[in-house]
T-cell receptor, first 115, second 115 residues
Framework: GQQLNQSPQSMFIQEGEDVSMNCTSSSIFNTWLWYKQDPGEGPVLLIALYKAGELTSNGRLTAQFGITRKDSFLNISASIPSDVGIYFCAGLLGRTQGGSEKLVFGKGTKLTVNP | DAGVTQSPTHLIKTRGQQVTLRCSPKSGHDTVSWYQQALGQGPQFIFQYYEEEERQRGNFPDRFSGHQFPNYSSELNVNALLLGDSALYLC??????????????FGSGTQLSVL
């Protein structure tokens, strides 16, 4: 089945630093999504990308849909302690009969921010 | 407005037992999906329910079954539990089977431990 390779697996940074993480796949996806999951909670959507080459921002977060449609990137600028958590990329293959059920998730990037 | 609610929050079972997990979708939502998230992994799609029928299914054995009720709430049943079934089980709801991913909301999950 489809797999998403997410890297890095974990990051330890100082408050105020910028963060970059990425997700690659051998399959083409029509939609890329980035989620954040806090301990004991479900994933919360941060950014959704629908077009190859698309660059979308949400506050200090910026994500890009790769031109090849096989990768995506997430950047966090000026990190703060509440950015701590696990970030997941997810790819959506298509929306024929339905969309959400074909979400494929990466294994996550665990972010630790030192004050 | 309550979001997606799941019960119980934690559960401990022994191998061979059966378990039922419950989910109430966000108000106004009629489609429910279930995901399994093993430790250190991203969520994996189990199945989706709409109009009280299973509409899509991921790569999970028949030991995993579900149900959706007329009020849109849903249950996930797992028979003959294995140690490997230990995971966080997430329920997600949306307002339309064809809803865009940004309209998919996750609950906080049920942490199942199989001993």
């Amino acid at each position: 089945g489809q797999q998403l390779n997410q890297s890095p697996q974990s990051m330890f940074i100082q408050e105020g630093e910028d963060v970059s993480m990425n997700c690659t796949s051998s399959s083409i996806f029509n939609t890329w999504l980035w989620y954040k999951q806090d301990p004991g909670e479900g994933p919360v959507l941060l950014i959704a990308l629908y077009k190859a080459g698309e660059l979308t921002s949400n506050g200090r977060l910026t994500a890009q849909f790769g031109i090849t449609r096989k990768d995506s990137f997430l950047n966090i600028s000026a990190s703060i302690p509440s950015d701590v958590g696990i970030y997941f990329c997810a790819g959506l293959l298509g929306r024929t009969q339905g969309g959400s059920e074909k979400l494929v998730f990466g294994k996550g990037t665990k972010l630790t921010v030192n004050p | 407005d309550a979001g997606v609610t799941q019960s119980p929050t934690h559960l401990i079972k022994t191998r061979g037992q059966q378990v039922t997990l419950r989910c109430s979708p966000k108000s106004g939502h009629d489609t429910v999906s279930w995901y399994q998230q093993a430790l250190g992994q991203g969520p994996q799609f189990i199945f989706q329910y709409y109009e009280e029928e299973e509409r899509q299914r991921g790569n999970f054995p028949d030991r995993f079954s579900g149900h959706q009720f007329p009020n849109y709430s849903s249950e996930l049943n797992v028979n003959a539990l294995l140690l490997g079934d230990s995971a966080l089980y997430l329920c997600a709801s949306s307002s339309d089977i064809r809803a865009n991913p940004e309209k998919l909301f996750f609950g906080s999950g049920t942490q199942l431990s199989v001993l």
